[in-house]
């Protein structure tokens, strides 16, 4: 979090602190008596969410909890309920349709724990940012609250843990292949993806009258059935792709591997919903069928989604001090004066899973949505002049990355960007530009900062620099954080980054626009340690790079195998799933799984930290380069 992000988040919360407790009424309702001031008997769907309930459409609850409003339904938010209690998921009664369970906005494993599998010591998501508010693995524990609160109604799970667990997957923390989530939960129905579209789809046929596991076309979703009957029809009538079934790709063996790495394959190729097939996996005597993706957002619904009547605060019951001591949701200031921008990456970096839960393709709000949003952030009277970030997960793609996609999507079989980009790539940050200007020229608004991910490479494959030369005139203040992960060229192809030459061509260009403008500002590389790929040798190839550039990282990544990534996949199997031998099987992969290999990778990179000079000179001793001790450690 920034200074500016810190202090913001000071002067958001006395501000809140002068708010009259009847303010609740203008959110969703999180109890009997909130209900009873509507003068409601019941809900029609409880949300139970595993973060604390802020009304902002950053988050999950909120978002679909004010879209299914917005079509008639009553709903009710249970946040971070006490999951050793069932009383805590009646508090606000029977729902009629139904519970929608999520673990929060992120996988409750990583959100639990870190890359070293240690407790974390905060939760910017929960009340005060106090640890301990979610349990692992929250969907299962929650899905079994519910059922225990009220026999027969129906259980639906979706978000993030939903999303990237939704087949067999490979679970860090257990080190071992878990089935899909919807069976290890006992869930009715799971929703993946960006659930706009099928959770109003699935409430008009619940409010219909459809049994919840009757629900079997909705996109976006994946349900479960033991008849072989069911599975047969769907055979006949529909393109259907059978994935290795759980039992092949669970055991501990090289052959379950390669199958775990051929469902990964197939799992990927079938991400874009206008040209994806529905997915069958089968487990012990139950089939998991996966429908396609659901339809990306237009723009008029992604501007309609973004424009409800969000209150854009925590709600007050947070306004009191936590067990800590402190007020509110930490994770509310990275983005109360942030814009989304867009949805989307086809960047498709391996370690990243926004693959699997938002597709390829891009989508993007309109300009007028987002002048609209900035205009009224610009009124608040905590705002200080600052937008913090106009982005999605890569902030300047607001295009697809060629016009097939509109008709076709995605390609199955080729990347857009990474290592070797596709020729038929359009790369143009005109409309990017527009926008932000407009968004300058908007009164009381003093700097725009883009702090979500911008793609260096896709910058240098711009031959117009208006927008670099934007970038760092209006967009950034002293240093820009940019991505280029690794040095080595075999380890940025496992990755799908671009090579290092171009980050180097960026460096470059980015040092030239400066110097044109004036301005003494800085780079700021991120890289990851231990990524599938990387022994020491590679660690060792990124030190003395970064000894010879004169930048050592302050912070580096661990590597963390998390459900969903290709990464992961190259974690699990030590394999390359897009690399193969001779005989058709996958290529072997060395991948640093033990603790210590781990930091000794690690302190490498950051070879100038007193503390790892004693790893450091273990690890040159172990690759064999004692005569780099001298030439790594030397001041």
């Keep these: 979090m920034s200074r500016q992000q810190k202090k913001d988040q000071t002067n958001t919360a006395e501000l809140f602190k002068k708010a009259k407790s009847s303010d609740r009424k203008l959110f969703l309702p999180v109890s009997l008596s909130d209900m009873k001031e509507r003068g409601w008997n019941e809900c029609d769907f409880v949300f139970v969410s595993g973060d604390a309930y802020v009304d902002h459409p950053s988050f999950a609850a909120a978002l679909l909890g004010r879209l299914l409003e917005s079509h008639g339904y009553k709903v009710g938010i249970i946040a971070q309920p006490d999951w050793k209690n069932a009383d805590s998921f009646r508090v606000l009664g029977k729902p009629r349709l139904a519970f929608l369970v999520s673990a929060g906005a992120m996988d409750s494993m990583v959100s639990n724990y870190t890359a070293n599998n240690k407790p974390r010591s905060s939760d910017a998501y929960a009340h005060g940012g106090e640890a301990g508010h979610r349990p692992d693995r929250a969907l299962i524990t929650y899905v079994a609250k519910c059922r225990e609160a009220y026999k027969g109604v129906p259980v639906l799970i979706g978000g993030i843990e939903a999303s990237l667990r939704r087949t067999a997957h490979y679970d860090y923390w257990s080190n071992k292949v878990r089935r899909s989530i919807l069976l290890d939960s006992k869930a009715d129905l799971l929703m993946y993806g960006m659930g706009e579209h099928s959770i109003i789809e699935i409430a008009d046929l619940l409010n219909a009258g459809v049994p919840a596991r009757e629900i079997r076309n909705v996109r976006g979703t994946c349900w479960f059935t033991g008849k072989q009957k069911d599975i047969d029809e769907l055979n006949e009538n529909e393109k259907t792709v059978f994935l290795p079934t759980f039992e092949e790709v ?380 001298g030439k790594l450690l030397k001041k």
């Design 250 to 629: 669970s055991k501990d063996t090289s052959e379950s591997k390669q199958k775990f790495a051929e469902s990964f394959i197939l799992q990927e190729q079938n991400t874009d919903a206008l040209n994806a097939y529905t997915l069958i996996e089968q487990s012990d005597s139950r089939f998991v069928v996966q429908n396609p993706p659901a339809l990306p957002l237009e723009t008029e619904e992604f501007d309609a989604v973004m424009e409800l009547p969000y209150q854009r605060r925590w709600h007050p019951m947070y306004d009191k001090p936590a067990a800590n001591g402190k007020t509110g949701v930490p994770a509310l200031a990275e983005v109360l004066f942030s814009l989304v921008s867009v949805r989307g990456c086809f960047g498709a970096c391996s370690f990243c899973a926004i693959t699997f839960h938002q597709g390829r393709r891009i989508q993007a709000r309109s300009h007028e949505s987002l002048v609209k949003e900035a205009t009224m952030l610009s009124q608040r009277p905590d705002f200080k002049g600052y937008i913090h970030d106009v982005g999605g997960p890569t902030a300047d793609f607001r295009q697809p990355s060629c016009k097939k996609q509109l008709k076709s999507g995605v390609c199955k079989n080729r990347q857009c960007l990474g290592t070797d980009p596709c020729p038929n790539l359009e790369v143009d940050h005109t409309d990017f530009v527009e926008l932000l200007r407009k968004l300058r020229a908007i009164p009381g608004i003093k700097k725009i900062f883009i702090r979500s991910g911008l793609r260096f490479d896709y910058m240098v494959m711009d031959k117009d620099k208006t927008f670099l030369e934007e970038l760092c005139k209006h967009h950034i203040s002293g240093q820009l954080k940019v991505a280029p992960e690794n040095v080595s060229d075999k380890m940025l192809g496992l990755m799908r980054k671009s090579n290092h030459a171009t980050y180097e061509k960026f460096e470059k260009e980015y040092a030239e626009m400066n110097k044109k403008l004036g301005l003494k500002q800085f780079l700021v590389p991120y890289y990851i340690a231990s990524h599938p790929g990387a022994g020491l040798d590679e660690a060792i190839e990124t030190a003395l790079h970064l000894k010879k550039t004169g930048f050592v990282p302050d912070q580096i990544q661990d590597f963390y195998p998390t459900p969903g990534s290709l990464s992961t996949c190259q974690y699990y199997t030590e394999l390359d799933p897009y690399s193969k031998n001779a005989d058709g099987t996958f290529k072997e992969i060395h991948v640093a799984k033990g603790g210590h290999e781990r930091r000794l990778q690690r302190a490498i990179v950051q070879f100038n930290k007193p503390e790892n000079r004693p790893l450091v000179i273990e690890a040159l001793n172990k690759a064999g380069k004692p005569e780099l001790i």
